[in-house]
């Protein structure tokens, strides 16, 4: 079981950064897949990039390539997402997410969320 809670979110305005943490309870922590995902208002989920277990492979979706990196520490316990040259676009709630497997749909354990808005 893990438990995930999102923090870091807030208001920016276009072309500013955010960097967005993902604290994780319970056992194992490097042994999980972490992704972080959004949900923009009247949109569905939305992938946004994953990091696997020792922290040497990382996916992103093609739009946030360049501009979002993902990374963790697994002494922490923590993953983070640090956003850069943010759009209006990128406004939606982010959410963190575990799961044994890579992959861009599918994850076992998620977290409530943390709201990301930027302005123009």
């Known amino acids: 079981q893990v438990q995930l809670v999102e923090s870091g979110g807030g208001l920016v305005q276009a072309g500013g950064s955010l960097r967005l943490s993902c604290a994780a309870s319970?056992?194992?922590?490097?042994?999980?897949?972490m992704g972080w995902f959004r949900q923009a208002p009247g949109k569905g989920r939305e992938f946004v990039a994953a990091?696997?277990?020792?922290?040497?492979?990382?996916d992103y979706a093609d739009s946030m390539k360049g501009r979002f990196t993902i990374s963790r520490d697994n002494a922490k316990n923590t993953v983070y997402l640090q956003m850069n040259s943010l759009k209006p676009e990128d406004t939606a709630v982010y959410y963190c997410?575990?799961?044994?497997?890579?992959?861009?749909?599918?994850?076992?354990?998620w977290g409530q969320g943390t709201l990301v808005t930027v302005s123009s």
């Open positions: 997410a575990a799961d044994p497997l890579m992959g861009r749909h599918y994850y076992n354990y």
């Open positions: 990091i696997n277990g020792k922290g040497d492979s990382t």
């Open positions: 319970g056992r194992h922590f490097s042994s999980y897949v």
